[in-house]
């Protein structure tokens, strides 16, 4: 099996979770290959040389599973990677809450064991695509997470006018506007108080990020509309970010936001299901006074 290997270069302290990771990848005889900037990070910062097959350069790579070794974070930037390559990505989490990288440090070994025996599930995300017509986004136009859209430098409001499949919806009046995908309904939305939607759900959902009437709430939309926007700002610039990845970006712009064409592979443990991640990283249900 070809795996290659994805990680955040900022836990020097997670050494001894990495070891055993390429340890059991090792010992399971896969073809490893790494991630370019990763491998820099593991010989230059940790002295660690790990055995590799090949170091993975560039966007396009032939590989059985990926592996990310981070946080939700790492996983997005791997799934940017992997982009149209139909390669499943398995999140090994060794930062604090992950939705994505949901395989603990105490589970590498077992999760492994299962995964060079077939015995695993993957689950189909759905990405959202940012299209403009007067200027690009520079970089990966995909986000898995969401699109953000939100006023930049100044403390006044952004106004975005919304159309759903070309009719009015409302012009919002807030520090930004939030579209995701059920996958990043438990990211930056949530923190907005959008809702949290089930992964297999087709829906989107519309957060506003502190908008000034009480009155505007978060909006579910089925995932196959399109949705237009048109921002106004003071300052004539606005910011688009997708998944974190952002842009500055000129009022004037019209913005069109659909479902990809493609979805992310996402391997999951038989013994893994969403609830079960929404009671242990949520603490849903947790008494704080029993001990």
């Known amino acids: 099996m070809k795996v290659g290997v994805f990680g955040s270069e900022y836990q020097a302290d997670k050494q001894s979770i990495i070891k055993r990771l390429f340890e059991k990848l090792r010992e399971q005889e ?12 593991l010989t230059d910062a940790l002295s660690y040389e790990p055995p590799v097959a090949g170091i993975l350069v560039g966007d396009e790579f032939d590989l059985d599973v990926a592996l990310s070794v981070g946080g939700d974070g790492t996983f997005l930037r791997t799934a940017a990677r992997v982009n149209k390559q139909d390669i499943p990505i398995l999140g090994i989490n060794t930062g604090r809450l992950g939705f994505l990288a949901d395989i603990g440090s105490n589970e590498i070994e077992d999760t ?9 599930k993957i689950e189909e995300r759905t990405l959202l695509r940012l299209r403009t017509d007067e200027r690009t986004f520079r970089g990966y136009n995909y ?11 100044t403390s006044s409001m952004i106004t975005i006018h919304t159309s759903l499949n070309d009719e009015y919806l409302t012009s919002y009046q807030a520090d930004g506007l ?35 009437s009480l009155n505007v709430r978060p909006l579910i939309i089925p ?21 974190g990845r952002s842009e500055i970006f000129p009022t004037g712009i019209e913005l069109k936001i659909c479902k990809a064409d ?6 999951k443990r038989y013994n893994h299901t969403f609830y079960q991640t929404l009671r242990e990283k949520l603490m849903w249900g947790a008494d704080a006074r029993m001990k």
């Open 143 to 153: 986000a898995l997470n969401e699109i953000a859209i939100l006023k930049r430098d």
């Open 178 to 212: 939030v579209i995701a995908t059920p996958t990043g309904s438990t990211a930056y939305s949530m923190s907005v108080n959008g809702p949290i939607i089930i992964p297999q759900s087709k829906n989107l959902v519309l957060s506003p990020v502190a908008p000034h």
């Open 223 to 243: 995932d196959s509309y399109t949705i237009t926007l048109g921002v106004e700002s003071r300052n004539e610039y606005f910011l688009i970010a997708l998944d």
């Open 262 to 267: 493609y979805t992310t592979k996402v391997i």
């Open 30 to 41: 896969a073809e490893i290959y790494i991630d370019s900037s990763f491998y820099c990070f």
């Open 112 to 120: 492994l064991e299962e995964l060079f025996k077939n015995y695993y």
